[in-house]
């Protein structure tokens, strides 16, 4: 199993500002999505981190509000950009490739004040 | 698209006895389904899957059926202990294609002692 490292584990941001989500996993994968959990939620999938190009993201989600890169086969950010509270979620980063399972990182929990 | 449609919401248990959670989904594409559990403060953990050509799946304690036909599958524990009180989220995917993982809206379980 695919073992996913996020930074940071939690932050606490004002609002105007942004912030940069690390996602770094131990084996080169095929697939790595972001994916947001807002308060008592189940998991959103906001995009797929695509690499060497652009994100492929989902309905309700775009670029100016989430970039992502993906240099690599095993790293990815999500930037939360223009923060407002309504932002205040866990982020999730993800993994997936043929002949595996879907294994997530612990998360990172954003407060936006 | 898929839709992942999870119940119950709620499930409380007497310690040692059984519970099931079932969930839906619409997509007759879709050829995984994995279950996780949600701690507090934590990230989902995989603890069963299961892929369209198989029916059943056991692991210990923690089986997963899936009907095709009907386009529904069902997480069993047996003999509930209070560790795994949690939130238990299916999800549902066209894997080896998008792996992007579509959830349920989460059934959280308490297991009374």
């Known amino acids: 199993s695919a073992v996913i490292s996020q930074k940071p584990s939690r932050d606490i941001c004002q609002r105007g500002t942004s912030l940069t989500i690390q996602c770094q996993v131990d084996?080169?994968?095929?697939?790595m999505f972001w994916y947001r959990q807002q308060p008592g939620q189940s998991l959103t999938l906001i995009a797929t981190?695509?690499?060497?190009?652009?994100?492929?993201?989902e309905s309700g989600f775009v670029i100016d509000k989430f970039p992502i890169s993906r240099p690599n086969l095993t790293f990815s950010t999500l930037t939360v950009s223009n923060m407002s509270p309504e932002d205040s979620s866990i982020y999730l980063c993800?993994?997936?490739?043929?002949?595996?399972?879907?294994?997530f990182g612990q998360g990172t929990r954003l407060t936006v004040v | 698209g898929e839709n992942v449609e999870q119940h119950p919401s709620t499930l409380s248990v007497q310690e040692g006895d059984s519970a099931v959670i079932k969930c839906t989904y619409s997509?007759?594409?879709?050829?995984?389904f994995p279950w996780y559990k949600q701690e507090l403060g934590k990230g989902p953990q995989l603890i069963i899957d299961?892929?369209?050509?198989?029916g059943e799946k056991k692991d210990q304690r923690i089986a997963v059926t899936l009907n095709k036909t009907a386009k529904h599958f069902s997480l069993h524990i047996t003999e509930t202990q209070p560790e795994d009180s949690a939130v238990y989220f299916c999800?549902?995917?066209?894997?080896?294609?998008?792996?992007?993982?579509?959830f349920g809206s989460g059934t959280r379980l308490l297991v009374r002692p």
């Open positions: 981190a695509n690499q060497g190009s652009e994100a492929t993201y």
């Open positions: 084996s080169q994968v095929t697939m």
């Open positions: 997509d007759s594409a879709s050829n995984y």
């Open positions: 999800a549902a995917s066209i894997w080896d294609s998008s792996y992007k993982l579509i």
């Open positions: 993800s993994v997936g490739a043929a002949n595996t399972e879907a294994f």
């Open positions: 299961i892929r369209s050509n198989v």
